[in-house]
């Protein structure tokens, strides 16, 4: 049972880049959910999307799109990579069954140069 | 506006001690609160859940405790070792979760 599987691991772009974060999840979760993590700052939520076919914006959505392809795959874009955007960004799944409880993956490492 | 706080930033203890890590938020309207652990270069793995009706949950040498009133929440560590050694972070629910900056705990062998 993967879980909640990332890719890439690590990925350095240059400034204006765009790229694509791929996250799955083989639960059959509802939710899921991109985080960005930075020193002294926490998690704090990007995107998140309650159901296949919705997506609302979190804490901190500017300079991320996301696209809900199905029930398993939740992706996040940066359209035109900034160096604020170098984080470890982590993606997350949840199912009303199990009280909401998050499940990760294992993080995306991403430097903007 | 919901905070969450986790004080110390970083705890060192010998092994063998019973420890307390503490969490509080400023908001008691929540559904749940999770406990995290979280090594270094890896993702967060769920320790304990405890819903809002809940005062308590225990696993193994972990139990955590909420306060709803009061707006906080422990997590006690029996016989601490080595390999407890991780960042714990704790996440409230009101409606989306709001995540603590966690404690980063050292068991010294």
């Known amino acids: 049972n993967a879980g909640v599987t990332q890719t890439p691991k690590f990925q350095v772009l240059k400034t204006g880049q765009s790229m694509t974060l791929q996250c799955a999840q083989d639960m059959n979760h509802n939710s899921m959910y991109w985080y960005r993590q930075d020193p002294g700052m926490g998690l704090r939520l990007i995107y998140y999307?309650?159901?296949?076919?919705?997506?609302d914006k979190g804490e901190v959505p500017n300079g991320y799109n996301v696209s809900r392809l199905n029930k398993r795959e939740f992706s996040l874009r940066l359209e035109s990579a900034a160096p604020s955007q170098t984080s470890v960004y982590f993606c997350?799944?949840?199912?009303?069954?199990?009280?909401?409880?998050?499940?990760f993956g294992s993080g995306t490492q991403l430097s903007v140069l | 506006k919901q905070e969450v706080t986790q004080i110390p930033a970083a705890l060192s203890v010998p092994e063998g001690e019973n420890l307390v890590l503490n969490c509080s938020f400023t908001d008691s309207a929540i559904y749940n609160l999770q406990w995290f652990r979280q090594d270094p270069g890896k993702g967060l793995t769920s320790l304990l859940l405890?819903?809002?009706?809940?005062r308590e949950q225990t696993s193994g040498r972990l139990n955590a405790s909420l306060d709803k009133s009061s707006g906080r929440s422990t997590l006690y560590i029996a016989a601490s070792q080595p390999g407890d050694s991780a960042t714990y972070l704790c996440?409230?629910?009101?409606?989306?979760?709001?995540f603590g900056t966690g404690t980063r705990l050292k068991v010294l062998a």
């Open positions: 996440a409230v629910r009101p409606y989306k979760y709001i």
């Open positions: 405890i819903q809002s009706s809940q």
């Open positions: 997350a799944s949840s199912e009303l069954a199990s009280r909401e409880k998050l499940f």
């Open positions: 999307s309650a159901s296949e076919g919705t997506t």
